[in-house]
């Protein structure tokens, strides 16, 4: 008996040793299946818990690029506000060229002005209109073919050359009046709106010289050189 109770602890104790490793076993592979699913299933925890801080820092750096994209449009300004100088400096020279035409035209026309004063007839009294009618009429000359040599004439006569008859002379029974060292007769009668007060001036036109009176421009009365 002693001899089978003995014999039955050794086989139990071989049984413990053999089923012993084998459950160690198991349960070491049973915790290394149960690990990687843990592992996978902290994974996506881990991965939700860095999404929102990956956000987080993804935002600022958003932010801090938007501003870069909002300082294009001022460089962008910078670059054409060289170019938009030229431009400013031809419309200001164009406001100066007009500027300068208009008043240019405003000089032509107080000129102009002061012209049409100074051809507008005088006014006549009543004692000169009376000792106009009194004069006698002019006595005429004929027409003679004395010239005025032309550097003598420019320098002496034309339109930039004024003077005042006074009243004419009889000379050998014509009527005769003298300037610039010359002595002149009447081929036509003078006009009756013509005073001999009137500023006058001796012209040549189409080889006659004429006696002309600004205030009447377009009427002219032909006159002769009497040597």
Not at 90 to 104: I, P, Y
Not at 114 to 141: D, G, M, N, V, W
Not at 193 to 212: A, K
């Amino acid at each position: 008996m002693r001899r089978v109770s003995l014999i039955g602890a050794e086989v139990l104790l071989l049984f413990l040793g053999v089923v012993a490793p084998s459950h160690a076993r198991q349960d070491q592979h049973e915790q290394g299946s149960r690990a990687p699913k843990q592992d996978q299933q902290a994974k996506p925890e881990r991965q939700q818990q860095a999404k929102p801080e990956e956000q987080k820092q993804a935002k600022p750096q958003a932010q801090q690029q938007k501003p870069q994209t909002q300082t294009k449009p001022a460089r962008q300004e910078q670059r054409q506000q060289p170019k938009a100088q030229p431009e400013q400096a031809k419309s200001n020279g164009k406001q100066q060229e007009q500027q300068k035409q208009a008043n240019n035209q405003q000089e032509r026309a107080g000129k102009q002005r002061q012209q049409s004063a100074s051809l507008r007839p005088p006014q006549r009294t009543q004692e000169e209109q009376t000792r106009r009618r009194a004069e006698p009429s002019l006595r005429l000359s004929a027409m003679g073919k004395s010239r005025i040599p032309d550097a003598r004439f420019r320098s002496n006569f034309g339109r930039t050359h004024e003077f005042r008859i006074g009243e004419p002379r009889l000379v050998n029974g014509y009527s005769r009046f003298q300037y610039g060292g010359y002595w002149f007769g009447f081929v036509q009668p003078w006009p009756l709106d013509w005073y001999y007060t009137d500023n006058v001036y001796v012209d040549y036109i189409s080889g006659r010289y004429y006696l002309c009176n600004p205030y009447y421009p377009g009427v002219h009365i032909a006159i002769t050189v009497v040597v």
